[in-house]
């Protein structure tokens, strides 16, 4: 094999090399942007609210002040998976939430489960217990059903 032959041959695997390299990198980019572990600036919240016809939230019950833990669960193509939330309640508002996700065992559930455990004190800090219904947070949509779950049996066991 002559040497403009080789010259050739390492130039194109370069040029595929260094294609690879890049495409890569953005899928990298984009995944650390919107998927699974992502917690910068792509954190999307929503939570359903009820209110009356003013903007304060319909309360139907008055609640114990404290911190109240319950388990919820949802369904995944893995199986069955849990979460334990912890929610502190202060004049009918949630205060702080902590989720426990250290029983999921599925890798996909775990990501979205860690990156809702990051978004969700600031999707419902300071609202009103009986107004917060959650449907995704930071990405994750499975995970939102254990916490409402999870919700309601606090909302139950911290009735006054």
Same mark, same amino acid.
């Given at each position: 094999?002559?040497?403009?032959?080789?010259?050739?041959?390492?130039?194109? @695997? !370069?040029?595929?090399?260094?294609?690879?390299?890049?495409?890569?990198?953005?899928?990298? &980019?984009?995944?650390?942007?919107?998927? /699974?572990?992502?917690?910068?600036?792509?954190?999307?919240? *929503? $939570?359903?609210?009820?209110?009356?016809?003013? !903007?304060? /939230?319909? *309360?139907?019950?008055?609640?114990?002040? #404290?911190?109240?833990?319950?388990?919820?669960? %949802?369904?995944? /193509?893995?199986?069955?998976?849990? &979460?334990?939330?912890?929610?502190?309640?202060?004049?009918?508002? @949630?205060?702080? $939430? *902590?989720?426990?996700? !250290? !029983?999921?065992? *599925?890798?996909?559930? %775990?990501?979205?489960?860690?990156? %809702?455990?990051?978004?969700?004190?600031?999707?419902?800090? #300071?609202?009103?217990?009986?107004? $917060?219904?959650?449907?995704?947070?930071?990405?994750?949509?499975?995970?939102?059903?254990? %916490?409402?779950?999870?919700?309601?049996?606090?909302?139950?066991?911290?009735?006054?």
């Amino acid at each position: 094999m002559s040497q403009q032959n080789r010259t050739k041959i390492i130039g194109l @695997i !370069s040029i595929v090399l260094i294609s690879t390299a890049a495409t890569t990198g953005v899928v990298l &980019i984009r995944n650390m942007q919107s998927g /699974p572990g992502s917690y910068g600036p792509n954190i999307v919240s *929503s $939570v359903n609210t009820t209110t009356t016809s003013g !903007s304060t /939230p319909v *309360s139907n019950a008055n609640y114990k002040d #404290g911190t109240y833990t319950a388990t919820g669960s %949802f369904y995944t /193509p893995s199986g069955n998976e849990q &979460i334990g939330v912890t929610v502190t309640l202060a004049s009918n508002k @949630i205060t702080n $939430v *902590s989720i426990d996700d !250290s !029983s999921i065992y *599925s890798g996909t559930s %775990f990501a979205y489960t860690d990156q %809702f455990a990051h978004g969700i004190n600031a999707a419902v800090d #300071g609202k009103n217990v009986d107004s $917060v219904n959650v449907s995704r947070v930071s990405g994750a949509s499975l995970t939102p059903m254990a %916490f409402n779950s999870a919700l309601d049996t606090i909302k139950n066991d911290a009735r006054a």
